[in-house]
T-cell receptor
Framework: DAKTTQPTSMDCAEGRAANLPCNHS???????VYWYRQIHSQGPQYIIH???NNETNEMASLIITEDRKSSTLILPHATLRDTAVYYC???????????????FGTGTRLQVFP | GAVVSQHPSRVICKSGTSVKIECRSL??????MFWYRQFPKKSLMLMAT?????????EQGVEKDKFLINHASLTLSTLTVTSAHPEDSSFYIC?????????????FGPGTRLTVL
């Protein structure tokens, strides 16, 4: 079973920041928070991941609370192409020899509107 | 990022026939590949994990004799749906874990839509 809880759906106006929350209250000390998204009829796309520090890349920012029980994915300037299902997943970090599975929950369906 | 391809992107077949789906890592060597299935408006469900040169590990409830997985090289894994039936119609997605570089995440293919008539 997925170890995260996300809202079923969210709306965001184009050009505004999209803040997607995720609860992972049972996260273990060696588990990372990973975010993927899936645009309709495509394979999932990796966005970002982090352990406890906030992370930023060209796609998004990840804010993890100090107790690590929740996190927020931020798309700073949402566009129509960001409309997708966003999945928050916790697991140990990928390394050679570690084949732990990625378990997908139901995710958040983000609709960006003009 | 690393690129994973799948072929074909969509396939339509008659009930009772077998269908092979290929998953390739194009710019890295994949020690492990995963196969997922996704029904409309549902999340991805892991079917099996395959390591290069060894037998695949199937998730509970997935018939290994029906979904044959071969991972013969570090860049290619195949999923064969044998004696396909309409209930096997789904979106099949593979993903790959890299060797040496690109080990920070799992990269997904674009998916294959299978329709069984």
């Amino acid at each position: 079973d997925a170890k995260t809880t996300q809202p079923t759906s969210m709306d965001c106006a184009e050009g505004r920041a999209a803040n997607l929350p995720c609860n992972h209250s049972t996260i273990s000390g060696n588990e990372y928070v990973y975010w993927y998204r899936q645009i309709h009829s495509q394979g999932p796309q990796y966005i970002i991941h982090g352990l406890k520090n906030n992370e930023t890349n060209e796609m998004a920012s990840l804010i993890i609370t100090e107790d690590r029980k929740s996190s927020t994915l931020i798309l700073p300037h949402a566009t129509l192409r960001d409309t997708a299902v966003y999945y928050c997943i916790v697991r140990v970090e990928f390394r050679v020899g570690n084949t732990d599975k990625l378990i997908f929950g139901t995710g958040t369906r983000l609709q960006v509107f003009p | 990022g690393a690129v994973v391809s799948q072929h074909p992107s969509r396939v339509i077949c008659k009930s009772g026939t077998s269908v092979k789906i290929e998953c390739r890592s194009l710019d890295f060597q994949a020690t492990t590949m995963f196969w997922y299935r996704q029904f409309p408006k549902k999340s991805l469900m892991l079917m099996a994990t395959s390591n290069e040169g060894s037998k695949a590990t199937y998730e509970q409830g997935v018939e290994k004799d029906k979904f044959l997985i071969n991972h013969a090289s570090l860049t290619l894994s195949t999923l064969t749906v044998t004696s396909a039936h309409p209930e096997d119609s789904s979106f099949y997605i593979c993903s790959a874990l890299g060797l040496a570089v690109f080990t920070d995440t799992q990269y997904f293919g674009p998916g294959t839509r299978l329709t069984v008539l």
